[in-house]
């Protein structure tokens, strides 16, 4: 390997790509759809598109990627400012099968550092790539905080990787659907809820994607990946984003074909949630939407974060946090297909800006969700 090259990935190396994909992770991957792939790393913001997927060539053959996806992030600085400055979020990284020894996937990495003011991620393999974010000074939160509940006792019961108490998931489902009123999706108002967050978390500090116009309507209005609701008002209750996942089991069938509620983001609308307190017109908006996904025959409810700030709000509205070793609360973590795994999503973080602490991410100070990285797109082929 005398001759290895970086190069940004381009339209014209897609057949290329996909079959490293096809080669390195699997031949029903589902970023091997063209029209997916490219929608997410397009990424968003002014400026971002010189962030681009890595690949790695030896002379034309391709044993390395690593992919970006643009982005602008919103970075705390030491003097109380807010700045907003270009980065990518990591998905998808490998070295070709023949050539794993540690030292190319550093070329693709440090080549990253050096590129990008910001990186993130979320999903990092204990056993790949998560020694390399702790060697090169990665800030790491080991779990994202998953709130969870069931809308069906006997079926959420099934979902659970051990017997539990009946009577106390029946009691829990209960409080979750109790009569309120049902709040139905609706067409959203990107421009306001782009303003709401601006408003309520540059103030508090708050590390994140910036949530801006183009953010949302890339993220979710365009998403090649998932059809996602709306629901609230940005100015009077807050918006949550949210979709209907269809569980996909061999096992267990009476679960197969089920539906699984996944709220994606929370945007309150006041800093009341940010601050820890209970935020009650979110509640409202919480248990109307709920209501609204247990019409629906949905089964569970979750929710992941990088901050706990919300958890008196989430707490007051019935739902749990997941606990491996709670037998109520231990709720799988895959449902294409259904899974149970020890651990939910970790998530990774490097910001180099002048003027911010990039040694110490707190994370309790971040918004970080299950949509940030690729955590939140099909795990099997479209259909």
Not at 73 to 99: A, C, H, N
Not at 117 to 138: A, C, E, N, Q, R
Not at 268 to 274: E, L, M, Q
Request: hydrophobic share 35%; glycine share 6%; net charge neutral.
């Amino acid at each position: 390997m005398k001759n290895l090259k970086i190069v940004h990935y381009d339209d014209k190396y897609w057949n290329l790509v996909k079959e490293f994909i096809e080669n390195n992770w699997r031949k029903d991957h589902p970023m091997c759809n063209e029209e997916l792939f490219n929608w997410q790393y397009r990424g968003f913001g002014k400026n971002t598109q010189k962030h681009k997927t890595f690949l790695l060539f030896d002379n034309s053959e391709l044993i390395g990627f690593r992919g970006t996806i643009p982005a602008l992030f919103q970075v705390p600085l030491d003097e109380g400012e807010m700045k907003i400055v270009t980065g990518g979020s990591s998905s998808m990284w490998s070295i070709d099968k023949r050539y794993r020894n540690g030292k190319l996937g550093f070329l693709l990495l440090n080549e990253a550092i050096k590129t990008m003011d910001v990186i993130t991620g979320l999903g990092s393999d204990s056993g790949t790539s998560l020694p390399f974010y702790k060697y090169t000074g990665f800030n790491i939160l080991d779990s994202m905080h998953r709130y969870i509940g069931p809308l069906q006792a006997k079926l959420y019961a099934a979902l659970l990787p051990s017997k539990s108490n009946y009577s106390k998931i029946y009691d829990w489902s209960e409080k979750l659907t109790s009569s309120v009123a049902i709040v139905e999706p609706s067409d959203p108002n990107i421009n306001k809820i782009a303003s709401i967050w601006k408003t309520t978390t540059f103030p508090l500090k708050i590390f994140s994607l910036y949530r801006n116009t183009d953010f949302w309507r890339w993220r979710y209005l365009e998403s090649e990946g998932y059809n996602y609701l709306f629901f609230g008002d940005p100015e009077s209750t807050g918006v949550i984003v949210a979709r209907v996942e269809d569980i996909i089991s061999k096992d267990k069938l009476e679960l197969n074909g089920r539906k699984v509620f996944r709220i994606i983001e929370i945007i309150p609308n006041s800093d009341t949630a940010w601050l820890g307190e209970v935020d009650f017109n979110l509640v409202g908006l919480l248990k109307g939407v709920i209501k609204w996904a247990s019409n629906q025959e949905c089964v569970a409810v979750d929710f992941y974060c990088s901050t706990k700030k919300f958890e008196n709000t989430l707490f007051e509205v019935g739902l749990k946090k997941f606990d491996i070793n709670d037998t109520l609360c231990c709720l799988a973590v895959l449902f294409q297909p259904l899974k149970h795994m020890e651990n939910t999503i970790n998530v990774f973080c490097k910001v180099n800006v002048e003027g911010s602490d990039s040694t110490n991410v707190f994370f309790d100070n971040t918004y970080m969700v299950k949509s940030d990285g690729d955590m939140d797109r099909p795990n099997i082929p479209k259909r």
